[in-house]
Structures are given as structure tokens and as C-alpha cells.
């Protein structure tokens, strides 16, 4: 079994900020690409940023400059820091991890639960 939990979500004032942290627990073998993806009501899921377990980013546009993604890789966490936070930030904040269980399978996506982040005045 394999779990992602995510942490720290909540409401903020617009201008603020928070940090989002998601811990990979269970049966696993390696990790590779982990990140951040999240979905507003009544839309689709969309990609925020990945980072690879070298360290390599990428972000969507929308949050460039203002979020920042980490890991630690003895850890099997990922962190998403959030700065400058608007209202259309508001959603449903998803982790995701490939997961290799051990050497004889393939690695595969999981997901946390999501947490709730919510920008308003």
C-alpha cells in the first residue's frame, strides 16, 4: 500500500500565503516525479508544478514566480509554497507521486486526498 497524505491548506487573505506539504508513506521502492496539481469547482484538474528527484522544476505559468516546489527525497515529502495568493487560487489542492514499489514493477501515479486553500477577504 502506498499513501500520500497533504497538509496545510486553509483560508488565507488575498496577498498571502501558504505552504502545502505532502508525505509519500508505505510500501515504496523509489520515487520520481513528484507534484502539485489542483481543480476549482466546476473545472477540470490542472497542473501547478513537478519537481523530478534531481531537483529539475517545472511550473505552470500562472504560478510562476509565486509558488515554489521542493522536495526531500530522504524524507519521501514535497512541499508547495504559495506566495501572493489571489482569489482564483481558490481550490482543491491535489499531491502526486510516481511510485516504483519495488524492482519488478513499473512506477505508477498516486494521488493524495486534496486539501482545501481558500482566498478571500
Known amino acids: 500500500q502506498v499513501q500520500l497524505v497533504e497538509s496545510g491548506g486553509g483560508l488565507v487573505q488575498p496577498g498571502g500565503f501558504l505552504r502545502l506539504s505532502c508525505a509519500a508513506s508505505?510500501?515504496?521502492?523509489?520515487?520520481?516525479?513528484m507534484g502539485w496539481y489542483r481543480q476549482a469547482p466546476g473545472k477540470g484538474r490542472e497542473f501547478i508544478a513537478a519537481?523530478?528527484?534531481?531537483?529539475?522544476?517545472d511550473y505552470a505559468d500562472f504560478v510562476k514566480g509565486r509558488f515554489t516546489i521542493s522536495r526531500d527525497n530522504a524524507k519521501n515529502t514535497v512541499n508547495l509554497q504559495m506566495n501572493s495568493l489571489k482569489p482564483e487560487d481558490t481550490a482543491v489542492y491535489y499531491c502526486?507521486?510516481?511510485?516504483?514499489?519495488?524492482?519488478?514493477?513499473?512506477?505508477?501515479?498516486?494521488w493524495g486526498q486534496g486539501t482545501q486553500v481558500t482566498v478571500s477577504s
Open positions: 502526486n507521486a510516481r511510485i516504483k514499489r519495488n524492482w519488478t514493477t513499473s512506477f505508477k501515479d498516486y
Open positions: 508505505g510500501s515504496i521502492f523509489r520515487i520520481d516525479d
Open positions: 519537481i523530478t528527484s534531481g531537483g529539475s522544476t
